[in-house]
């Protein structure tokens, strides 16, 4: 994983604007940057090197083609012997098999890939941009007349527009042909089995070879493990496919999930690591949680206080690390979805708060990783997985009846975990890792009555946002100490699942 930046259609006296975007994204990238100047452009890239520690510096050239490249493709071995077979390659690395694969396919190529990516290709007299299905990786895009800039993090555009958009997840667009959508929400109807009996064990597979992909590195990898359901199959998946594990999980003094964690750790015997921190190291660490995290919504600063410190431990040990991301929104594991007691309107909302990560959850997995130089992957939103889960009937999801949230999900993988595990209840990250109530007391002494009830008419007045208490508002003012509200308003995802 790394982290990508520029601008198309300008000459190359925007290298110093470059350079200094560059700067902006050093925390992405701690193994080395470059900066391309191109008849079109110009590339800048940092990069975090996982495969091919030693070839795949960036901005990279194959043929006439220039790329800054930020993700993983998890088929490249398999798109070089299917397709690029009769090239004699240079690298080990997936960035030049994405040169190599663009400059035979052009644009078709973007449907190839299997994995999580956000990259910036020139050619001569055509450029391009690209994201992930799901936007599993950030992409931001700016336009200054004919000028468009792009960039990882909004931070590496703000101190030059306030016009920034987020690229939208599953497109490209190519400077002949304009933006295309590419793909669609659960593409690819899975033919399923007629029972949940049935239906568990191809689950299980979907998910296994998930997993298994996502080992790919050349460095050494993990799996945040906070004892909850969905980052305990990852774990006990990932074991499967490594001699030995390096597990991790955080959380204030007598935390659940560590508890939690303990359990599974013991059952996959794995290295565990385990961070405990204090109602003081959070307080500290909440203006530099909200600065990566590029967003103010409650929900996401409250969960993303423990993925910092995870994150801060975990890069001690390796450079990636596998979570369960994706698993609640697939497979309807909040609790506010037992208000759907039909199933065309659970799907509906399934879809939409899966169709959401790319600027909530996935933003906040993301934003805290990276703030560490670490690398975050999501098994569960593994293309195929994303197509299984909504070609399941929705009927299996449903909470109605007392049935248990994922109840499909924790059925298919008894056996697998241990039992306690399974039929854990659901806790938030945030209330798990015990974070939630320092944050709302602290917030409530900071800020007045009075200045949160202007605050609360000005920014319904100017951007139809609506103010939900102190505690957003204290985060509000500290974003607002690096961006303004034209730069962050415009694209904040709010979470209405956590």
């Not at 190599?100 to 007299?125: C, Q, W």
């Not at 015997?269 to 949680?289: E, N, R, S």
Request: proline residues 4%; contains cysteine.
């Amino acid at each position: 994983m790394c982290g990508i930046c520029g601008v198309f259609n300008a000459n190359s006296q925007n290298q110093n604007i470059v350079e200094t975007m560059v700067q902006k994204l050093s925390h992405r990238g701690p193994d080395g940057d470059g900066v391309k100047n191109l008849s079109l452009g110009t590339l800048g890239h940092v990069r975090l090197a996982i495969v091919d520690v030693n070839g795949g510096h960036q901005p990279m050239k194959a043929e006439d083609y220039w790329i800054a490249f930020n993700g993983e493709i998890y088929n490249h071995q398999t798109l070089r012997q299917q397709f690029l077979s009769d090239i004699s390659f240079e690298t080990q690395s997936d960035t030049e098999t994405l040169l190599r694969l663009f400059a035979r396919f052009g644009e078709k190529a973007v449907s190839m890939l299997d994995g999580m990516f956000a990259f910036a290709l020139h050619t001569p007299g055509k450029f391009l941009l690209a994201r992930d299905p799901l936007g599993i990786k950030p992409l931001y895009w700016s336009q200054d007349g004919e000028k468009i800039y792009f960039a990882s993090e909004i931070k590496a555009l703000a101190e030059f527009s306030n016009n920034i958009r987020e690229f939208p997840a599953g497109h490209y667009y190519h400077s002949d042909l304009g933006l295309h959508q590419y793909y669609f929400l659960g593409q690819g109807i899975v033919p399923v089995p007629s029972s949940e009996i049935d239906a568990q064990p191809m689950i299980v597979d979907i998910l296994r070879e998930a997993v298994h992909k996502r080992l790919m590195a050349d460095v050494p990898l993990g799996v945040s493990l906070s004892g909850g359901l969905d980052s305990t199959i990852v774990a006990a998946l990932a074991r499967e496919g490594m001699d030995e594990l390096h597990t991790f999980a955080v959380g204030m003094e007598g935390s659940e999930d560590i508890a939690a964690s303990l359990v599974a750790a013991e059952a996959f015997d794995t290295i565990h690591h385990t961070l405990v921190y204090t109602d003081q190291d959070m307080l500290k660490a909440l203006p530099d949680v909200i600065y990566h995290l590029e967003t103010f919504d409650p929900a996401l600063v409250r969960s993303a206080i423990p993925n910092y410190f995870l994150a801060k431990m975990t890069s001690d040990y390796v450079k990636v690390f596998l979570t369960g991301e994706g698993a609640d929104e697939l497979y309807a594991g909040y609790d506010y979805l037992c208000r759907y007691t039909d199933a065309p309107a659970l799907d509906t909302e399934l879809r939409a708060i899966t169709s959401a990560l790319h600027n909530t959850n996935l933003q906040r997995a993301d934003r805290l990783s990276m703030a560490w130089g670490l690398e975050a992957r999501v098994p569960f939103l593994d293309t195929q997985s994303v197509s299984l889960a909504f070609s399941l009937p929705t009927e299996w999801k449903l909470q109605n009846d007392g049935r248990t949230p994922k109840a499909l999900l924790r059925h298919a993988f008894e056996g697998l975990i241990p039992e306690e595990i399974a039929w854990r209840p659901k806790q938030k990250f945030s209330h798990g890792a015990g974070s939630r109530d320092v944050i709302l007391e602290h917030a409530n002494d900071k800020i007045s009555d009075s200045e949160f009830s202007s605050e609360r008419v000005r920014l319904a007045s100017d951007w139809g946002y609506n103010l939900p208490n102190k505690e957003a508002l204290f985060y509000y003012k500290m974003m607002r100490e690096h961006f303004n509200d034209d730069q962050i308003m415009p694209g904040m995802g709010h979470s209405r699942s956590l």
